[in-house]
T-cell receptor, first 109, second 112 residues
Framework: AQRVTQPEKLLSVFKGAPVELKCNYSYSGSPELFWYVQYSRQRLQLLLRHISRESIKGFTADLNKGETSFHLKKPFAQEEDSAMYYCALISAGGFKTIFGAGTRLFVKA | DVKVTQSSRYLVKRTGEKVFLECVQDMDHENMFWYRQDPGLGLRLIYFSYDVKMKEKGDIPEGYSVSREKKERFSLILESASTNQTSMYLC???????????FGPGTRLTVL
């Protein structure tokens, strides 16, 4: 069964510290992986997707097929990064997206 | 900019009432989705639609139905609201080219 696991419900780091939000998935084929973010009082929006291989707001994520992981990383956290982050996958050729339970990132001053 | 709008930001209903949640998108997207968002459970798919008049059950369809009479509009219906349907409801749309989902602002429904 397709599944996305985010093991941390809450992650708290100090401003300027590195941050890594973990995401593991189970899927037998080649999925597309995404990170979505929801800032306070804003709508959920796409942060990045693995096929783009880009850095958005200093965040990067590498798909590791061997470990079935897609962890989100940023070398120096900022207070404005505080938000709810969801990892998601979509099966190749499909359009139904499966979301993880989410990780709330809190960046302390 | 893709715009997905939902008819209400906050809604309070009583147990047993029939509830309609409306979602409209303006980007001619083929696919539309309804999720509920609960703390610790993330987003759970209720129903989705990949074309007008087409609908597919998601992971938690019980107690809900949907309607898609026009491409831009996707309605979620609670036939007889219950307290366990108190939640934040998110609508989203996507097209088959990018698979990126665009979300509405959400409707916080409270069932008393």
């Amino acid at each position: 069964a397709q599944r996305v696991t985010q093991p941390e419900k809450l992650l708290s780091v100090f401003k300027g510290a590195p941050v890594e939000l973990k995401c593991n998935y189970s899927y037998s084929g080649s999925p597309e992986l995404f990170w979505y973010v929801q800032y306070s009082r804003q709508r959920l929006q796409l942060l990045l997707r693995h096929i783009s291989r880009e850095s958005i707001k200093g965040f990067t994520a590498d798909l590791n097929k061997g470990e079935t992981s897609f962890h989100l990383k940023k070398p120096f956290a900022q207070e404005e990064d505080s938000a709810m982050y969801y990892c998601a996958l979509i099966s190749a050729g499909g359009f139904k997206t499966i979301f993880g339970a989410g990780t709330r990132l809190f960046v302390k001053a | 900019d893709v715009k997905v709008t939902q008819s209400s930001r906050y809604l309070v209903k009583r147990t047993g009432e029939k509830v309609f949640l409306e979602c409209v998108q303006d980007m001619d997207h083929e696919n539309m989705f309804w999720y509920r968002q609960d703390p610790g459970l993330g987003l759970r798919l209720i129903y989705f639609s990949y074309d007008v008049k087409m609908k597919e059950k998601g992971d938690i369809p019980e107690g809900y139905s949907v309607s898609r009479e026009k491409k831009e509009r996707f309605s979620l219906i609670l036939e007889s609201a219950s307290t366990n349907q108190t939640s934040m409801y998110l609508c989203a749309s996507s097209n088959s080219d990018t698979d990126t989902q665009y979300f509405g602002p959400g409707t916080r429904l409270t069932v008393l």
